[in-house]
């Protein structure tokens, strides 16, 4: 029972870390306003990116979807309820399952998540402005975030497999379970 404590406590810990950082990468760190509907590029998908793959989904989903919300909420929030849904959905593509963070498919997957958000965000500025004829403009401001966040993802994740983040994660989340990484 102690055990399964100190899991919840340390996974909602976690959890908590990663959606504050999401928050701050991306409503104030290279957060660049982009267009007249109150968009921006930043990099903040890159932790969310990270959470994905670190934690297990269902606290990856909530980093994402608080992290990306509370942001847009500071900084542009009608954006808020689309944001909140398409960072819960850019997770899906990710895998937590695998020993370290750079497998082929967590490689492969900044780039489905994309796809995702462009195609969300492309139809929430539809929804809020009626905007189906601004989709050049949509899709430069979505490729230069995502790419950017893709790109950033990749180093955070292969510095971080250096250290073998992923070994010392699960040594966190389960203290009793030997892990082994070489140092």
Do not use: C
């Amino acid at each position: 029972m102690k055990e399964q404590n100190t899991k919840t406590t340390v996974l909602l810990t976690l959890t908590g870390l990663f959606a504050s950082m999401i928050t701050v990468m991306t409503a104030y760190i290279f957060h660049v306003p982009y267009g007249a509907n109150g968009g921006y590029i930043h990099f903040g998908d890159a932790l969310i990116y990270v959470a994905a793959v670190i934690l297990p989904r269902p606290y990856a989903l909530a980093a994402a979807a608080i992290g990306g919300g509370l942001a847009d909420l500071l900084t542009a929030p009608m954006w808020a309820p689309a944001t909140i849904i398409i960072k819960m959905l850019i997770v899906l593509p990710f895998t937590s399952q695998a020993g370290k963070l750079l497998t082929k498919r967590n490689i492969i997957a900044p780039f489905l998540s994309a796809l995702l958000s462009a195609a969300g965000y492309y139809l929430a500025d539809y929804i809020l402005f009626g905007a189906f004829g601004a989709l050049l403009a949509s899709l430069t401001g979505s490729a230069i975030q995502s790419g950017g966040s893709a790109l950033v993802f990749l180093v955070f994740a292969a510095a971080l497999d250096k250290v073998h983040i992923k070994s010392r994660t699960e040594q966190l989340i389960h203290p009793m379970k030997k892990t082994a990484h070489a140092d």
